[in-house]
Nanobody
Framework: QVQVAESGGGLVQPGGSLRLSCAASRSISSFNVMGWYRQAPGKQRELVATITSRGGTAYTDSVKGRFTISTDNAKTIVYLQMNSVKPEDTAVYYC?????????WGKGTLVTVSS
């Protein structure tokens, strides 16, 4: 069973920065796609950003130019660098590891943007 774990959430002021990390129990290079999703209170879970095994990235429109998804050189961690955060970025952020036909989810990390 693959384990996925997020870390790095917390309280950040509007306009500030935060970096989330996602680690899996096997090399992230073995997955088809890694992604970050978020779920705000009372809303559905939505896609934030993805990175493929070849390094291709994609972002939802609301975070383009502010968030960056990347991996470390050893391909063991997926990061989500969040800059210029806004109150509407407040949500539980989840990491997804896609293995073609199977999705592995982490338990989430809470990000709260507030002054």
């Amino acid at each position: 069973q693959v384990q996925v774990a997020e870390s790095g959430g917390g309280l950040v002021q509007p306009g500030g920065s935060l970096r989330l990390s996602c680690a899996a129990s096997r090399s992230i290079s073995s997955f088809n796609v890694m992604g970050w999703y978020r779920q705000a209170p009372g809303k559905q879970r939505e896609l934030v950003a993805t990175i493929t095994s070849r390094g291709g990235t994609a972002y939802t429109d609301s975070v383009k130019g502010r968030f960056t998804i990347s991996t470390d050189n050893a391909k063991t961690i997926v990061y989500l660098q969040m800059n210029s955060v806004k109150p509407e970025d407040t949500a539980v952020y989840y990491c997804l590891a896609n293995d073609i036909h199977i999705n592995y989810w982490g338990k989430g990390t809470l990000v709260t943007v507030s002054s």
